[in-house]
């Protein structure tokens, strides 16, 4: 009986894990099935010849590679300065005292909460005024504005975690206190960082709004504008390419997901996570 | 304040660690806030960024706009009903990943997909399932009779309404399941122990023990989510555009349009800023009633 | 030489006050115990010896060097922390050897004295380990090596055996009075625990609520306990206190009366006799306690009398018969016997007669 039970809830459960992954799925299959297949009513639920062409395609005939290209040195940059940015400011905001210390925390928050849609126009403008618009660089700046407060708020939980005696320790054993951050804080904080940075590269990897206002060329042009650029463009909309597109922009994310997922859930357990 | 000269060197320390922190967030998000604001006082057109002094003219248009009113409504629609999908998905998923079932790290892994997913991906993927004629979503609905024939997923109302929702459901949901997991793993089971005792059924278990334990962490997951519902634009303008018209154009919508379609930078920057004003004063009465529930609570 | 001086010291955090103007003298080589319940500015003043805190006023010296302004690092202490703070990413040898190491003390030379130190505490076995595989008692050795390996003027241990279990709370408590002896070094040692500041330390320093109660030996601050706080504080179950009135030569209380001469005048009329539980004899004598409470622990019975309202702790051999609700005849020992001022709580130096039944 217990038994029953047992099956009765795995089938259940499973179908609704299957539920929610059937879109995914459903894209990857796509991905792989001929143009004219696509069109076969009834639909064929696995693809009768499975075909790689699109992914040959989008690579040889779109501008899909620069894209990614773009996309990767978008998000590694935004990465890298936020991550070096943060990691030094929420180490000040966690062992340092000096005033209005409490108040920039608060301040934290609430950017963290801030519409990208509000600082978008003024952003526009500051970038056509200093003459870096059309620029990877113009995103790399522009992502910080969700970016860094996201990963100092993240931080600053992992941070708060490790003991002041560690720090205090070092002190005593003679290390000044940037060595102490070095020997003794840094390597406690490595898990906590590497989550940090794999939610800025995810969240500099998606990122639509700032890319599609910020930037109008290919050379600058990252993922998440340029395929949907494909979609748009197109006179008749190429189904299989388009998932073939959207199965390689989700290549970065299944690495992450496949090695690093504990990185994931303790980034949501420190400090709640963007959307 | 600190008078001793290492307590002062300590806080000088601790000023230049934080200062290119400061630094950035003056340049990129203070300044431009701070314009976002100015620049509502001005009507600009956008190719030429010519402007011209209105003071609170774009407001005073922005109240009497019938599209700006509207655009308000759907915002606070699609917020409501998509972040309670979103929460009771999320809860009862989270109670199922916490039972014990076969390769749960990989159901974990597959449910969590979506939330990480790009935006862009996740619209391309629905907007295949939801196209009219070789849409499988069509396809399944027709053979199991559930429709006559084939639905318009996204060009007509309500159902245009009623797929962002889904949509947005689908790929925010798992952000309750990771939260509520969480928590749910950190519930003591002598509490459940304690209750089994005293007769309680699996329902009035979830009532009386589950649920207060969780309502702490669904008060933040309940801000963050509509904060961020309240101001989503990628999907909902992937998706739908706005579209059909303005059936489902919320107020980031709206502010894009108004400053790339209708070029006008300032009156984009008045809807912005109202938008902002909006999610504060709910932020703030949200916080109250919330803090107030926790000191009766706590009674 | 190295003497440990605070002058004046006053620490405020915001408007809240820490340490009320401590004035101490740790001699050097000494074994001192800062003494007093949780809050009383004890770990206060030890992280700022340590400089790990800054004084808001007052100096702090290390033998003639006046160390407010001196890093941590540069003060020559070696600290023990509540939690260890042992390295976690570190093998138990490089958490010895990481302030030889921030000295600049070259490696050959690190590794001979990490091993003496290693030596010393019975580490030798555990040297690759990392902190997360040991032990309780073996980190707590762990965190030691890491203080004696850089031979330092003074160690500061801040609540060092408090995580550790009873039995071997007891036997560490012995090893610390044994590596004092054989290292000569000043100890300066914080504990909320009595026992273990009355069986270490040279001298104890209590502390209550940001002010120094009393700096003296253990056996002093036992028989001879500056104010009511300290009379309390030391020793358990704690003292008893009579409140009553002194009147021609004699302290009277409703349940007992006994003939005192105060040394020195100039205290006030309401009075406070302190008489420690050990210090009762049962069994016979001119006072009588109603029998409330008997606690058998094996070896003795702590009993609570009520002598006329107010009650008194006594030990009671574990063999003798004791009803609840009965009358027990008691006696003080005359020669045992503490007289506070009520108010100011300042004790009263006094010589006392033999106890007189209630009048």
């Known amino acids: ?275 | 304040m600190a008078t001793n000269p290492l307590d002062r060197r300590y806080a000088l320390l601790g000023a230049v660690l934080i200062a290119p922190t400061i630094l950035i967030f003056s340049a990129v998000i203070i300044y431009p806030l701070v314009s976002a604001i100015y620049l509502s006082l001005f009507t600009i057109f956008t190719p030429t960024l010519r402007g011209q002094w209105v003071g609170l003219g774009n407001y005073a248009e922005l109240m009497a706009s019938n599209e700006f009113w509207r655009s308000l409504a759907n915002t606070f629609i699609w917020t409501v009903f998509t972040l309670t999908l979103q929460i009771v998905l999320g809860i009862a998923v989270a109670l199922m990943l916490h039972q014990n079932m076969v390769f749960r790290s990989l159901a974990r892994s597959l449910i969590l997909f979506p939330y990480f997913v790009s935006t862009v991906v996740a619209v391309l993927v629905w907007r295949w399932l939801f196209n009219d004629l070789y849409g499988i979503l069509n396809y399944l609905a027709l053979i199991s009779g559930l429709l006559q024939r084939p639905l318009d997923w996204l060009g007509s109302m309500p159902n245009a309404m009623i797929s962002i929702v889904l949509v947005g459901a689908w790929k925010y949901f798992p952000f309750v399941v990771i939260a509520v997991l969480a928590r749910l793993q950190s519930i003591p089971d002598q509490l459940y122990e304690a209750a089994k005792m005293d007769g309680a059924g699996p329902i009035a278990r979830f009532f009386d023990v589950t649920l207060p334990q969780l309502k702490e962490v669904l008060v933040v997951v309940i801000l963050l989510r509509a904060i961020w519902d309240f101001k989503e634009f990628d999907l909902i303008y992937l998706l739908t555009g706005g579209g059909p018209v303005i059936s489902t154009q919320t107020l980031p919508l709206m502010v894009y349009k108004e400053a790339f379609g209708l070029n006008d930078m300032g009156r984009a920057s008045a809807i912005a800023v109202s938008m902002m004003l909006v999610m504060l004063v709910f932020m703030v009465l949200y916080l109250r009633s919330a803090g107030r529930s926790e000191r009766e609570g706590a009674r | 030489m190295s003497d440990i001086v605070f002058s004046g010291v006053r620490k405020a955090f915001g408007s809240a006050i820490a340490l009320h103007g401590l004035d101490l003298t740790i001699r050097s080589g000494e074994f001192v115990s800062l003494l007093g319940p949780s809050g009383c500015g004890k770990t206060t003043t030890l992280r700022m010896l340590a400089g790990l805190e800054f004084p808001t006023q007052g100096t702090i010296s290390i033998g003639s060097r006046v160390v407010n302004d001196v890093p941590p690092g540069k003060r020559d202490i070696a600290m023990v922390f509540q939690s260890y703070a042992l390295y976690p990413h570190m093998s138990v040898a490089e958490n010895i050897a990481y302030p030889l190491k921030k000295r600049g003390m070259p490696r050959a030379e690190r590794e001979t004295r990490v091993k003496a130190a290693a030596e010393t505490l019975q580490l030798g076995a555990l040297l690759q380990r990392k902190p997360r595989q040991l032990s309780g008692g073996q980190q707590q050795r762990v965190a030691l090596g890491r203080a004696l390996v850089r031979d330092p003027v003074a160690f500061l241990l801040d609540e060092p055996l408090s995580n550790l279990d009873a039995k071997l709370r007891a036997h560490m408590r012995a090893e610390l009075i044994e590596l004092h002896r054989s290292l000569g070094k000043t100890f300066v040692y914080v504990t909320h625990d009595q026992l273990e500041a009355m069986t270490m330390s040279d001298r104890i320093a209590v502390m209550n609520e940001g002010v120094l109660q009393q700096f003296a030996t253990p056996k002093e601050v036992y028989e001879a306990p500056a104010n009511t706080f300290v009379a309390t504080f030391i020793g358990s179950p704690s003292m008893n206190m009579f409140e009553g009135a002194l009147a021609d030569g004699v302290f009277s209380h409703p349940a007992l009366r006994v003939p005192v001469t105060p040394e020195a005048s100039g205290h006030g009329s309401r009075l406070l006799l302190g008489v420690r539980p050990e210090d009762m004899t049962l069994g016979a004598g001119p006072l009588n306690g109603t029998i409330r409470v008997v606690e058998p622990s094996g070896h003795e019975t702590i009993v609570l009398l009520d002598f006329a309202g107010t009650t008194v702790t006594v030990r009671a051999p574990p063999d003798m018969p004791l009803g609840i609700g009965s009358v027990l005849a008691c006696d003080v020992k005359s020669s045992r016997l503490h007289l506070f001022d009520a108010v100011s709580g300042l004790r009263i130096a006094a010589r006392f007669g033999a106890a007189l039944p209630p009048a």
């Open chain 1, 1 to 275: 009986m217990k038994m029953v039970r047992r099956v009765a809830f795995n089938l259940f459960a499973w179908s609704v894990v299957g539920l929610v992954a059937f879109p995914l799925i459903w894209m990857v299959i796509t991905s792989v099935k001929p143009q004219f297949e696509l069109f076969r009513i009834p639909p064929t639920f696995l693809p009768e010849t499975v075909t790689f062409e699109h992914y040959w395609t989008l690579i040889y005939d779109t501008p899909f590679l620069k894209y990614m290209r773009n996309s990767l040195l978008i998000a590694f940059g935004t990465t890298l300065v936020v991550i070096v940015v943060a990691t030094l400011g929420a180490h000040s905001l966690v062992r340092f005292r000096y005033p209005g210390r409490e108040r920039l925390a608060q301040l934290v928050l609430f950017t963290y909460l801030l519409p990208s849609v509000v600082l978008v126009l003024p952003l526009y403008l500051l970038m056509v005024w200093v003459g870096i618009a059309n620029s990877l660089f113009s995103l790399v700046v522009a992502y910080t504005t969700f970016a860094l407060p996201y990963a100092l708020w993240l931080l600053r939980s992992f941070m708060q975690g490790i003991p002041d005696d560690l720090e205090a320790a070092a002190l005593v054993d003679g290390a000044t206190r940037m060595e102490a951050f070095i020997d003794v804080i840094l390597p406690q904080a490595l898990p906590g960082i590497i989550s940090t940075s794999l939610f800025t590269f995810i969240l500099a990897w998606n990122e639509y709004l700032f890319a599609l206002v910020l930037v109008n060329t290919d050379e600058a042009r990252p993922l998440t504008t340029g395929v949907m650029n494909m979609l748009i463009s197109s006179f008749n909309i190429e189904w299989s390419l388009l998932m073939a597109a959207s199965v390689m922009m989700s290549l970065p994310l299944v690495i992450i997901f496949a090695f690093l997922s504990s990185y994931l859930t303790r980034g949501f357990g420190a400090g709640g996570v963007k959307g």
